[in-house]
Nanobody
């Protein structure tokens, strides 16, 4: 059974940083693109970032470009989301996702993402 387990969320002041981690129990982890999405209360789920299977390509949502980075360690079957210059509007539950395609934003719109984590709360205070 595939599991994606996120960690690293918490409460941080505006301007601060956090690093989220997601450990995946996927046998063929290096065949999957990995991504992060978020959902704030009363809002739709939003694409944050995705990274290709070998880390060679990454893509970001417009609202986080220049502030967030994504990386992965295939030996540890882990993907990271490093978030800098956090803003109150970044407050949300952050979800890890795995899918064969790096075009994960489009896959999510079609409800075709293979695996999701349970989410970790990030709260940014002003």
């Amino acid at each position: 059974q595939v599991q994606l387990v996120e960690s690293g969320g918490g409460l941080v002041q505006a301007g601060g940083s956090l690093r989220l981690s997601c450990v995946a129990s996927i046998r063929a982890f290096d065949k999957y693109a990995m991504g992060w999405f978020r959902q704030a209360p009363g809002k739709e789920r939003e694409f944050v970032a995705t990274i290709s299977w070998n880390g060679g390509h990454s893509y970001f949502g417009d609202s986080v470009k220049g502030r967030f980075t994504i990386s992965r360690d295939n030996a540890r079957k882990t993907v990271y989301l490093h978030m800098d210059n956090l803003k109150p509007e970044d407050t949300a539950v952050y979800y890890c996702a795995a899918d064969p395609t790096v075009a994960m934003a489009e896959a999510e719109r079609r409800s075709e993402v293979d695996y999701w984590g349970q989410g970790t709360q990030v709260t940014v205070s002003s």
